[in-house]
């Protein structure tokens, strides 16, 4: 469809609100042409909702006429008002009524639509005639600004003319809720306090309702049960300065439902898991949920937990200023002993913050209550050792276990219903938390948050190190490493991990605390810096490798730059083994919280923060541009750290932050984009591990622990039940014997405590208590003998001393031989498919399994892209890649796999750029149809099939309208109208062919399916 005419657009609107609900009338006034509520229908509804008199009604009527105020604090006042009701005294029964503007009940309410409505102002010479306006009760909640899709004017035009209406007639807006723009093509929506880079919305409506991507707005936003659960639970006021009004986004009403949905019909306490990327609005989803579980349980504690004080305070401060709409104020847990004065048996409502380590062995239990909700912060990171981790003590002589802070939690309330929140994905070292929390209940990645602008896009780019090396040196390196790789014996698996301890053990501060390098680095950055301040406060962040590293970059700025000495701050912990010179250039404690509100501020006069851990989560500086890394970081601390410069931000002048920048001196690219494989997209996230894996990892579990029995450690299959002690000189005792072992036997005992280690972790959700211990006693076992190996190898220890003492020397940097690569790169995080194969043909040698699901990953997402111009291409492609993955289960060779890979990728490029030159997205569509066709597929003349196209499409050009969809007569006709043009002219399908292609419905199907998943390219006028 696309809408050439704007009244067009208006009547399909129109008539899909008449569908769900809304009466479209005309104008309900005869004089006062200024005037915006209809007054008479709002007394009525009054009456009625509250089975009150006249004059009760009108006691309310008087009420809201006094609502005269600024624009917001009006409909502030409003909002109270529809949330709270208004308190009105009756004289009759002497008591104070609470009247209610509308009614939960979504059949009680009036929902009107008014289209053109004119409105007039004193002030103003003009009109003005906003396109549509909903009406509930009488009262305009919605005002929608529509465009042609054929218009000039954008939807920040549109999004203009809504705030230039606003200040003609504020009254339209003191009730408003929902500002809507569209030009069918693009639509968003917001609220009168949102710039207009806040809008969020949809880039395509869609008829399927399973598309979480994309729907129909008008259905989303204005079904009448919808709008009114948005009015009341996902819309509030928060008490900042100046107030903010808060509209909860289509991912954030999904998470909350399914949340709901989840906490009551969950058989256990597992409430689920919520993926929300950082910066798209994660504790306001927790402010919502929240608000729903209090309605759900009156009564209930809810208690939420981080694992970070900063976390804490920044968490418990968004609560505080949500509590006018939660109807109470946030309680924050400042110790262990308050805590549990607090959660005692407590048996009322609370809402109540605090962090995981304030739970210990002596908290003990607290309450079975079962209306206790658990809310947890960054579920992936202090949640997961409920079981407790076994460990032998040398010192006491026992075998001891040591619970998580998350541990002690839960078995202060057993019965308390718990639900996880992340703003990264559960990576692999993370899946047990499925297993604590229960599966996803709502996923919105980094690439849906991008594309629906609550976060801009990262662009990433990388520095080059050039370093003049001592050739001898290098060799005298290579040298000792060979000379002890030489002394071990390839037969012994302690070899191997004396070589790994070998290559971990080389001292990477040697660089990364060089001075001569950091100088020549910081040259590079302020270099770059200079380039990159004026994009818009010039805010940037550095993080460094380690404390010492950090103050010498802090130094080499201020040496290179002294004009700075304002400007650039030095965020660390401070100890009490700290330097004089160091303890000297950390920010203050006691002056902590000011610098950190101070670097937030847009007109701040800190311009580079250099931190090593601290404010690399949860601190927000919207302005925050570029961030330099030189520190290996990994995994969650690793997407946590980018997104500093994922937010949004707009300045007064309307100046809007494009993208954030990582510019990368320790090369961490691959880290980047092995996590990106399930960060980025969040499509097809699977638990790692199976169930029919968790059953068969539980039996080959039991099968090696009765291996371990009859050859190696006798006895063992009942050491869960000896005492502490008794366990620990089992261990030691073990040991001992293994010790005397060949060197064979030893290695087959330590592949056989792998493999209880891999499938203890397979089967953690179903083994008994009992399977736990036995594969702990074990573990401890294996540790032993490595440890044994490695610290009697005096050989070892004198040789990584020979190497890091070599390296030392090996070093000159100069600041002319670091260069920022220009070429590949920047990278856009955000769209990595090309990347990520490029990277898999790098580690395919020494990585195999990690190319293949980097490359597998890199096709799955070009299939996604290209899907939506080549459905059926696509579909080919991916019916491949399927064979293949199947393939590779049977393949022995990870090789063949790799080439297999590569050559559908090379389709896939070929796909893209698409042989025959058809520029036009129509005829693309039409051709990938006629060349799929069973009968038009034998014709080689491309040309032969570009002429069908062209005439396919030309015909339904001619005959299809905006009514496709709702219009049976209007199918029919262009159904018709494509048999006549393949029979009279084309011959299809030949009188002599029967079921090749199936008579020509099934071409004509196959041109409706298109059309429905891309109807804006058919209709009549569509420009590229």
């Given at each position: 469809?696309?809408?050439?005419?704007?009244?067009?657009?208006?009547?399909?609107?129109?008539?899909?609100?008449?569908?769900?609900?809304?009466?479209?009338?005309?104008?309900?006034?005869?004089?006062?042409?200024?005037?915006?509520?209809?007054?008479?229908?709002?007394?009525?509804?009054?009456?009625?909702?509250?089975?009150?008199?006249?004059?009760?009604?009108?006691?309310?009527?008087i009420k809201i006429e006094k609502i005269n105020d600024s624009l917001i604090l009006m409909n502030k006042q409003a909002w109270n008002l529809i949330c709270n009701g208004i308190q009105v005294y009756d004289d009759l029964s002497k008591k104070w009524l609470n009247i209610n503007l509308l009614s939960r009940n979504e059949k009680e309410n009036e929902y009107q639509l008014i289209r053109q409505f004119e409105i007039t102002n004193q002030n103003f010479p003009r009109t003005?005639?906003?396109?549509?306006?909903?009406?509930?009760?009488?009262?305009?909640?919605?005002?929608?600004?529509?465009?042609?899709?054929?218009?000039?004017?954008?939807?920040?035009?549109?999004?203009?003319?809504?705030?230039?209406?606003?200040?003609?007639?504020?009254?339209?807006?003191?009730?408003?809720?929902?500002?809507?723009?569209?030009?069918?093509?693009?639509?968003?929506?917001?609220?009168?306090?949102?710039?207009?880079?806040?809008?969020?919305?949809?880039?395509?409506?869609?008829?399927?309702?399973?598309?979480?991507?994309?729907?129909?707005?008008?259905?989303?936003?204005?079904?009448?049960?919808?709008?009114?659960?948005?009015?009341?639970?996902?819309?509030?006021?928060?008490?900042?300065?100046?107030?903010?009004?808060?509209?909860?986004?289509?991912?954030?009403?999904?998470?909350?439902?399914?949340?709901?949905?989840?906490?009551?019909?969950?058989?256990?306490?597992?409430?689920?898991?919520?993926?929300?990327?950082?910066?798209?609005?994660?504790?306001?989803?927790?402010?919502?949920?929240?608000?729903?579980?209090?309605?759900?349980?009156?009564?209930?504690?809810?208690?939420?937990?981080?694992?970070?004080?900063?976390?804490?305070?920044?968490?418990?401060?968004?609560?505080?200023?949500?509590?006018?709409?939660?109807?109470?104020?946030?309680?924050?847990?400042?110790?262990?002993?308050?805590?549990?004065?607090?959660?005692?048996?407590?048996?009322?409502?609370?809402?109540?913050?605090?962090?995981?380590?304030?739970?210990?062995?002596?908290?003990?239990?607290?309450?079975?209550?079962?209306?206790?909700?658990?809310?947890?912060?960054?579920?992936?990171?202090?949640?997961?050792?409920?079981?407790?981790?076994?460990?032998?003590?040398?010192?006491?002589?026992?075998?001891?276990?040591?619970?998580?802070?998350?541990?002690?939690?839960?078995?202060?309330?057993?019965?308390?219903?718990?639900?996880?929140?992340?703003?990264?994905?559960?990576?692999?070292?993370?899946?047990?938390?499925?297993?604590?929390?229960?599966?996803?209940?709502?996923?919105?990645?980094?690439?849906?948050?991008?594309?629906?602008?609550?976060?801009?896009?990262?662009?990433?780019?990388?520095?080059?190190?050039?370093?003049?090396?001592?050739?001898?040196?290098?060799?005298?390196?290579?040298?000792?490493?060979?000379?002890?790789?030489?002394?071990?014996?390839?037969?012994?698996?302690?070899?191997?991990?004396?070589?790994?301890?070998?290559?971990?053990?080389?001292?990477?501060?040697?660089?990364?605390?060089?001075?001569?390098?950091?100088?020549?680095?910081?040259?590079?950055?302020?270099?770059?810096?200079?380039?990159?301040?004026?994009?818009?406060?010039?805010?940037?962040?550095?993080?460094?490798?380690?404390?010492?590293?950090?103050?010498?970059?802090?130094?080499?700025?201020?040496?290179?730059?002294?004009?700075?000495?304002?400007?650039?701050?030095?965020?660390?912990?401070?100890?009490?083994?700290?330097?004089?010179?160091?303890?000297?250039?950390?920010?203050?404690?006691?002056?902590?919280?000011?610098?950190?509100?101070?670097?937030?501020?847009?007109?701040?006069?800190?311009?580079?923060?250099?931190?090593?851990?601290?404010?690399?989560?949860?601190?927000?500086?919207?302005?925050?541009?570029v961030m330099y890394i030189d520190k290996i970081i990994k995994w969650h601390n690793l997407m946590q750290a980018i997104a500093r410069v994922n937010r949004t931000y707009e300045n007064d002048l309307g100046n809007k932050k494009e993208s954030g920048l990582i510019v990368d001196f320790s090369n961490i690219w691959k880290h980047i984009a092995d996590a990106l494989i399930q960060y980025a997209s969040g499509a097809d996230i699977k638990k790692q591990i199976t169930i029919?894996?968790?059953?068969?990892?539980?039996?080959?579990?039991?099968?090696?622990?009765?291996?371990?029995?009859?050859?190696?450690?006798?006895?063992?299959?009942?050491?869960?039940?000896?005492?502490?002690?008794?366990?620990?000189?089992?261990?030691?005792?073990?040991?001992?014997?293994?010790?005397?072992?060949?060197?064979?036997?030893?290695?087959?005992?330590?592949?056989?405590?792998?493999?209880?280690?891999?499938?203890?972790?397979?089967?953690?959700?179903?083994?008994?208590?009992?399977?736990?211990?036995?594969?702990?006693?074990?573990?401890?076992?294996?540790?032993?003998?490595?440890?044994?190996?490695?610290?009697?190898?005096?050989?070892?220890?004198?040789?990584?001393?020979?190497?890091?003492?070599?390296?030392?020397?090996?070093?000159?940097?100069?600041?002319?031989?670091?260069?920022?690569?220009?070429?590949?790169?920047?990278?856009?995080?955000?769209?990595?498919?090309?990347?990520?194969?490029?990277?898999?043909?790098?580690?395919?040698?020494?990585?195999?399994?990690?190319?293949?699901?980097?490359?597998?990953?890199?096709?799955?997402?070009?299939?996604?892209?290209?899907?939506?111009?080549?459905?059926?291409?696509?579909?080919?492609?991916?019916?491949?890649?399927?064979?293949?993955?199947?393939?590779?289960?049977?393949?022995?060779?990870?090789?063949?796999?790799?080439?297999?890979?590569?050559?559908?990728?090379?389709?896939?490029?070929?796909?893209?750029?698409?042989?025959?030159?058809?520029?036009?997205?129509?005829?693309?569509?039409?051709?990938?149809?006629?060349?799929?066709?069973?009968?038009?597929?034998?014709?080689?003349?491309?040309?032969?099939?570009?002429?069908?196209?062209?005439?396919?499409?030309?015909?339904?050009?001619?005959?299809?309208?905006?009514?496709?969809?709702?219009?049976?007569?209007?199918?029919?006709?262009?159904?018709?109208?494509?048999?006549?043009?393949?029979?009279?002219?084309?011959?299809?399908?030949?009188?002599?062919?029967?079921?090749?292609?199936?008579?020509?419905?099934?071409?004509?199907?196959?041109?409706?399916?298109?059309?429905?998943?891309?109807?804006?390219?058919?209709?009549?006028?569509?420009?590229?």
């Open positions: 469809m696309d809408f050439t005419k704007e009244i067009e657009f208006e009547d399909s609107i129109e008539r899909e609100l008449k569908a769900i609900g809304w009466k479209s009338i005309k104008d309900f006034r005869t004089q006062n042409f200024s005037e915006v509520f209809n007054w008479k229908l709002l007394a009525s509804k009054i009456k009625e909702i509250n089975q009150c008199t006249d004059e009760i009604a009108n006691k309310a009527l003005r005639i906003p396109d549509i306006l909903l009406y509930i009760n009488g009262l305009p909640f919605v005002v929608m600004e529509l465009k042609s899709s054929w218009s000039k004017e954008s939807l920040k035009d549109a999004f203009d003319q809504d705030n230039s209406l606003q200040r003609f007639s504020p009254k339209l807006y003191a009730f408003n809720v929902i500002i809507f723009l569209s030009n069918y093509l693009q639509t968003k929506y917001g609220n009168i306090t949102s710039k207009f880079n806040r809008f969020v919305g949809w880039n395509q409506w869609t008829f399927d309702e399973k598309d979480k991507n994309s729907s129909n707005p008008i259905k989303w936003l204005f079904d009448t049960q919808k709008i009114i659960d948005l009015i009341f639970d996902f819309t509030f006021y928060s008490e900042e300065t100046p107030p903010v009004k808060y509209l909860a986004l289509p991912h954030q009403y999904r998470a909350v439902v399914s949340t709901v949905d989840k906490l009551q019909n969950a058989k256990d306490n597992r409430g689920g898991i919520v993926w929300h990327t950082q910066g798209s609005g994660k504790s306001i989803t927790m402010i919502y949920l929240v608000n729903k579980i209090r309605q759900m349980s009156p009564m209930s504690t809810i208690l939420v937990v981080t694992d970070r004080i900063s976390l804490d305070q920044q968490l418990s401060q968004r609560f505080l200023n949500a509590k006018n709409f939660l109807r109470t104020k946030a309680e924050i847990i400042e110790s262990r002993s308050k805590l549990i004065e607090k959660l005692k048996n407590k048996q009322q409502f609370g809402l109540i913050f605090t962090t995981v380590q304030k739970f210990a062995e002596h908290t003990g239990f607290l309450s079975d209550r079962n209306d206790i909700y658990i809310l947890v912060d960054e579920a992936h990171r202090s949640q997961n050792n409920i079981e407790g981790e076994r460990k032998i003590s040398h010192e006491t002589e026992e075998m001891i276990v040591k619970f998580g802070y998350a541990s002690f939690m839960r078995k202060a309330f057993p019965n308390a219903k718990i639900t996880g929140f992340t703003g990264t994905p559960l990576m692999r070292a993370d899946y047990e938390s499925t297993e604590i929390f229960g599966d996803y209940n709502d996923i919105y990645s980094m690439n849906d948050s991008v594309r629906d602008g609550t976060t801009v896009p990262i662009y990433y780019e990388t520095t080059h190190l050039k370093l003049d090396i001592d050739r001898k040196s290098l060799e005298e390196i290579d040298k000792i490493q060979r000379n002890y790789a030489q002394s071990l014996n390839p037969n012994d698996i302690s070899s191997e991990q004396k070589i790994d301890t070998l290559l971990k053990s080389v001292n990477h501060s040697v660089i990364f605390e060089n001075p001569k390098i950091i100088k020549a680095k910081a040259e590079q950055i302020l270099e770059h810096y200079a380039k990159q301040k004026n994009v818009l406060h010039g805010k940037a962040m550095l993080v460094a490798s380690s404390r010492k590293a950090a103050l010498l970059y802090y130094q080499a700025f201020l040496q290179l730059e002294p004009n700075l000495k304002d400007k650039v701050i030095l965020v660390v912990t401070r100890t009490n083994k700290d330097s004089k010179e160091l303890s000297e250039a950390i920010i203050p404690d006691n002056n902590k919280d000011a610098i950190a509100t101070e670097f937030r501020s847009s007109t701040s006069k800190y311009k580079i923060a250099i931190v090593v851990d601290m404010w690399l989560t949860g601190f927000d500086v919207p302005d925050l541009d029919e894996d968790v059953e068969i990892g539980k039996n080959r579990l039991m099968e090696s622990f009765q291996v371990v029995n009859d050859n190696y450690v006798n006895g063992i299959l009942t050491f869960d039940q000896l005492s502490p002690h008794e366990k620990y000189q089992f261990i030691m005792f073990s040991f001992e014997h293994l010790l005397k072992l060949s060197s064979d036997e030893k290695t087959k005992f330590i592949l056989l405590a792998r493999k209880i280690k891999r499938f203890r972790k397979i089967s953690y959700s179903i083994i008994p208590e009992k399977a736990c211990i036995i594969a702990s006693c074990v573990e401890a076992i294996n540790n032993l003998l490595s440890r044994s190996s490695i610290l009697g190898d005096d050989n070892l220890s004198l040789t990584i001393e020979k190497i890091n003492e070599v390296i030392s020397q090996v070093i000159n940097a100069d600041s002319s031989k670091i260069t920022i690569k220009k070429g590949k790169i920047p990278k856009d995080i955000n769209t990595v498919a090309d990347i990520i194969g490029d990277e898999a043909n790098e580690l395919i040698k020494n990585h195999p399994h990690i190319a293949l699901e980097l490359l597998k990953n890199s096709i799955e997402t070009q299939i996604n892209e290209i899907r939506r111009v080549r459905p059926i291409f696509a579909k080919k492609i991916s019916d491949k890649l399927l064979h293949i993955l199947k393939e590779s289960e049977r393949l022995a060779n990870i090789d063949d796999t790799f080439k297999m890979l590569v050559d559908i990728g090379k389709e896939l490029k070929e796909g893209r750029n698409f042989g025959i030159n058809i520029t036009d997205k129509q005829l693309r569509a039409f051709f990938d149809i006629v060349s799929n066709d069973d009968y038009l597929k034998h014709n080689n003349n491309s040309e032969v099939l570009r002429q069908i196209a062209v005439d396919l499409n030309s015909a339904v050009k001619e005959n299809i309208t905006y009514q496709f969809y709702t219009n049976p007569a209007v199918q029919a006709k262009v159904v018709i109208a494509l048999t006549k043009l393949l029979k009279n002219k084309y011959n299809y399908p030949p009188d002599k062919i029967k079921g090749i292609a199936g008579e020509s419905g099934l071409l004509v199907d196959s041109i409706r399916r298109e059309i429905k998943i891309n109807p804006s390219y058919f209709t009549r006028g569509e420009r590229n």
